[in-house]
């Protein structure tokens, strides 16, 4: 079955050192994979959006990779920040529904000062 | 970027009542929400599609009589938690995608915090 997954449950960092996630899938290939920020009790934010033909793709201080040989995606925030802590999400869309997304497991991202 | 807005935020209730879930598009319509639920420390499931004008599509495992959708409106989608028991306390939230939009992400209302006592 298809399956998307992020390893790391939680990261702990120190401000202003750039923080890495990872998102692995297996079994399928995504045409896109995407990324979004969950504050606790609070809907998820997109951030960002990758393709398969992109081999990345940046916003500001973020960053993501797409690696259909390693079938992973890497998403990184440079100079990061206290605020950037939060729950962050890989997710692909599933079929013809773009809105219908499978999440990873999300991992915790804690930036301390 | 579009809105979802989801009501109420949090809402507590008693064992065998039911509790209704609204979510709406604001600056834009959708066909298509999708409503999730996440249990603590875990990621958001897919519970249903919700499609206006007709029937819900339920994910493997979610009762459709106990978990009503109702998307009358290309801007109201309504999920109801039938005769609720403290296993359904948990996180819904719903999303939406522009169809007008440029991009392919998914705008998520903030989430209903459901307590059964």
């Known amino acids: 079955s298809q399956k998307i997954e992020q390893n790391s449950e939680a990261l702990n960092i120190q401000e202003g050192k750039t923080a890495t996630l990872t998102c692995n899938y297996t079994n399928y290939s995504p045409a896109y994979l995407q990324w979004y920020r969950q504050d606790p009790g609070r809907g998820p934010v997109f951030l960002l959006l990758?393709?398969?033909?992109?081999k990345e793709k940046r916003k500001e201080r973020l960053k993501v990779t797409f690696d259909t040989t390693l079938k992973q995606s890497l998403f990184h925030i440079t100079a990061s920040q206290p605020a950037d802590s939060a729950t962050y999400l890989c997710?692909?869309?599933?079929?013809?529904?773009?809105?219908?997304?499978?999440f990873g497991q999300g991992t915790i991202l804690t930036v301390h000062p | 970027g579009a809105v979802v807005s989801q009501h109420p935020s949090w809402v507590i209730c008693k064992s065998g009542t039911s509790v209704k879930i609204e979510c709406r598009s604001l600056d834009f319509q959708a066909t298509t929400m999708f409503w999730y639920r996440q249990f603590p420390k875990q990621s958001l499931m897919l519970m249903a599609t919700?499609?206006?004008?007709?029937?819900?599509?339920?994910e493997q495992g979610v009762e459709k009589d106990k978990f009503l959708i109702n998307h009358a409106s290309l801007t109201l989608s309504t999920l109801t938690v039938t005769s609720a028991h403290p296993e359904d306390s948990s996180f819904y939230i719903c999303?939406?995608?522009?169809?007008?939009?440029?991009?392919?992400?998914?705008?998520f209302g903030q989430g209903t915090r459901l307590t059964v006592v």
């Open positions: 999303s939406a995608r522009d169809p007008q939009g440029l991009n392919t992400e998914a705008f």
């Open positions: 919700s499609n206006e004008g007709s029937k819900a599509t339920y």
């Open positions: 990758i393709r398969e033909n992109e």
């Open positions: 997710a692909q869309a599933g079929g013809t529904s773009y809105g219908k997304l499978t």
